[in-house]
């Protein structure tokens, strides 16, 4: 299968299919065609709320890498400085804490009476796990900072 952006045949199966085109204004093939031409709109706030269920994928009938498309389009999108701040907020979090969601204390409380320990074995609880992760992130020129 041909799994190039050019090769879409526009026949709708990908917008058909995406959960959030049901509720927000995102067209899955409009940011395809807009790809396979070039013209991306970076300030186009509908490049984020794409969910990557996989959906337009999977139905497909050209096999075309749509959701990785979508995620290739948001990294250039953060390149050039479009990205929204819930967005940025995920990745202080993770410089934090290894973690897109924090554990808050209510977390902690429940892991406790569950008989769990108040952290899980994770970036949490193992120091240099978190400083991989951070390392990484710096070497890839992701900002993070407040």
Do not use: Q
Not at 51 to 73: H, V
Not at 94 to 118: D, W
């Amino acid at each position: 299968m041909n799994k190039d952006v050019r090769s879409c045949m526009k026949c709708g199966s990908c917008t058909a299919s995406c959960p959030s085109g049901r509720v927000v204004a995102f067209r899955t093939r409009k940011l395809v065609e807009d790809r396979a031409i070039g013209e991306i709109d970076y300030d186009d706030l509908s490049l984020w709320y794409c969910t990557t269920c996989f959906n337009c994928m999977e139905r497909c009938p050209r096999g075309i890498d749509i959701t990785d498309e979508i995620l290739k389009i948001r990294e250039e999108a953060y390149r050039k400085g479009k990205v929204l701040e819930p967005h940025r907020a995920v990745l202080r979090y993770i410089y934090r804490s290894g973690h897109a969601v924090p554990i808050n204390p209510e977390v902690r409380e429940k892991r406790m009476a569950l008989g769990l320990s108040e952290l899980p074995p994770t970036t949490h609880t193992f120091e240099e796990a978190l400083l991989e992760v951070r390392r990484i992130m710096e070497d890839e020129g992701i900002e993070y900072k407040e």
